[in-house]
């Protein structure tokens, strides 16, 4: 039997990849954090598969279930939210199910801040605008974060923020970039993007954190910050379309992402 890391995206039950949902259709368990998760995603997986939820397990338990469906011959879809190459924990169970003997493999997903910027109508790269993108989360009651990966470190490189995992310390956060970007920079909130609770708000740093507040929001959501947010934003044509680049030659430098 194999577990099966597979990217659940945003919520969305039709924003799974077909490798995904083959995989859900024929694993006779899944194990699935409700707490980000519409529902219906949980419609793809076969009649009368054994379904557990993880929200109030730890890992110790998780990894329990995920090497006693191994001993009794049975595949798990084990679903992450967004993609689990990031806040998945995919290190810590794939670690503890190699000293076990337990084979696993993973499906990527459509990651929480493409899903966002998607409903945001927003591309976060911008053509000598910005060209980075920062994907990161503060500290809380969480893991610590390295030294080296403080806010304001990424801040001062001016690239695109995507915030997970933040939405509490929203107030803070807004205080302190805004000593990099000024009060006026774009901002937006993206809540359960793609499911029905779905919420955005759209403001500067200077007021998005009222916005949160009066929401209510307390997790499940992805702060974005950055001038390539702003609405009816003006660039340079890029060079990979620009009407006056030679086409004759092969170029190497067409976007793969």
């Given at each position: 039997?194999?577990?099966?890391f597979?990217?659940a995206g945003p919520g969305?039950?039709?924003l799974l990849t077909?490798r995904?949902?083959?995989?859900?259709?024929?694993?006779?368990v899944?194990?699935y954090a409700?707490?980000?998760l519409d529902?219906?995603v949980?419609?793809h997986c076969?009649?009368?598969?054994?379904l557990i939820?993880?929200?109030h397990?730890d890992?110790?338990?998780?990894i329990?279930?995920?090497?006693?469906?191994h001993?009794?011959?049975r595949d798990?879809?084990?679903?992450?939210?967004?993609?689990p190459?990031?806040y998945?924990?995919?290190t810590?169970?794939?670690?503890?199910l190699d000293?076990?003997?337990?084979?696993?493999?993973?499906t990527?997903g459509?990651p929480a801040?493409?899903a966002?910027a998607?409903i945001?109508?927003?591309?976060?790269?911008?053509?000598?605008v910005v060209q980075s993108?920062?994907?990161?989360?503060?500290?809380a009651?969480?893991?610590?974060?390295?030294?080296?990966?403080?806010?304001a470190?990424?801040a001062?490189t001016?690239a695109?923020?995507v915030l997970h995992?933040?939405?509490?310390?929203?107030r803070?956060l807004?205080?302190?970039?805004t000593?990099?970007?000024?009060a006026?920079?774009?901002?937006?909130?993206v809540?359960?993007?793609?499911q029905?609770e779905?919420?955005?708000?759209?403001?500067?740093l200077?007021?998005i954190?009222?916005q949160?507040?009066?929401a209510g929001l307390r997790?499940?959501?992805?702060?974005l910050?950055?001038?390539?947010l702003r609405?009816?934003?003006?660039c340079v044509?890029?060079?990979?379309?620009?009407p006056q680049r030679?086409?004759r030659t092969?170029?190497g430098d067409?976007?793969?992402?």
């Amino acid at each position: 039997m194999t577990v099966h890391f597979i990217g659940a995206g945003p919520g969305a039950a039709d924003l799974l990849t077909v490798r995904a949902v083959e995989l859900l259709r024929t694993s006779p368990v899944c194990l699935y954090a409700g707490t980000y998760l519409d529902p219906e995603v949980l419609a793809h997986c076969a009649p009368g598969a054994e379904l557990i939820d993880t929200q109030h397990l730890d890992i110790d338990q998780i990894i329990a279930h995920l090497v006693r469906a191994h001993d009794s011959g049975r595949d798990v879809a084990r679903l992450c939210s967004g993609d689990p190459s990031i806040y998945s924990a995919l290190t810590e169970q794939t670690r503890r199910l190699d000293a076990h003997n337990v084979p696993w493999d993973v499906t990527p997903g459509v990651p929480a801040y493409a899903a966002a910027a998607a409903i945001l109508g927003t591309e976060l790269t911008v053509p000598e605008v910005v060209q980075s993108v920062v994907l990161t989360r503060t500290q809380a009651r969480s893991t610590a974060m390295p030294e080296s990966e403080a806010l304001a470190e990424f801040a001062r490189t001016g690239a695109t923020l995507v915030l997970h995992l933040a939405i509490t310390r929203i107030r803070t956060l807004a205080a302190e970039l805004t000593e990099f970007h000024g009060a006026d920079c774009p901002t937006a909130v993206v809540y359960r993007a793609s499911q029905p609770e779905e919420l955005v708000l759209r403001g500067t740093l200077a007021d998005i954190a009222d916005q949160v507040e009066t929401a209510g929001l307390r997790q499940a959501a992805i702060i974005l910050v950055g001038p390539a947010l702003r609405v009816g934003v003006s660039c340079v044509g890029s060079h990979l379309y620009d009407p006056q680049r030679d086409r004759r030659t092969v170029s190497g430098d067409a976007p793969r992402g």
